[in-house]
């Protein structure tokens, strides 16, 4: 998504665009790394001193709002953030956090067999691989 495509659509939801938001957005919608919210809070901070968690926290909730990302909450009560909203695998690290994305025909395909056996449509969805990562093995 281009930034006039995400300008159009936080307006057409009658969010304000400001500087601030947009850099919010732009990282989180380019990031591979499925960020915290402190990590994308101090990444902006670097561009706008005066920005404040709650901005960032706002943000991501009108992020999740629009569809646009996926909150991964886990059960030491952090969250990551994931602009990667079609069906794939995540692949986390449970000793240093890791998270990256698995994707591969054979999930989509297995997603939408799936979808088409029940008899309800889902509202998204969320498939985690515990594995230690390859440095991690190694310690």
């Known amino acids: 998504m281009d ?16 500087p601030q938001r947009l850099a919010i957005c732009k990282l989180l919608l380019s990031s591979k790394n499925h960020p915290s ?21 706002f943000t991501l909730d009108l992020l999740k709002d629009l569809g646009l990302v996926q909150e991964l909450g886990f059960s030491d009560r952090s969250s990551r953030y994931d602009p990667n909203t079609s069906p794939h695998i995540n ?36 498939l985690d691989i515990y594995i230690f990562c390859d440095k991690c093995s190694k310690t």
Do not use: H
């Open 3 to 18: 930034d006039q495509q995400l300008i159009k659509k936080l307006r057409s939801k009658g969010y304000k665009v400001t």
């Open 37 to 57: 919210a402190d990590q994308i809070y101090q990444e902006v901070k670097k561009q706008y001193p005066t920005i404040s968690l709650a901005t960032v926290y």
């Open 91 to 126: 692949v986390i690290c449970p000793k240093c956090g890791r998270v990256y994305d698995y994707e591969a025909a054979s999930v989509k395909k297995l997603w939408s067999q799936m979808v088409a056996e029940m008899s309800f449509t889902p509202l998204r969805q969320r």
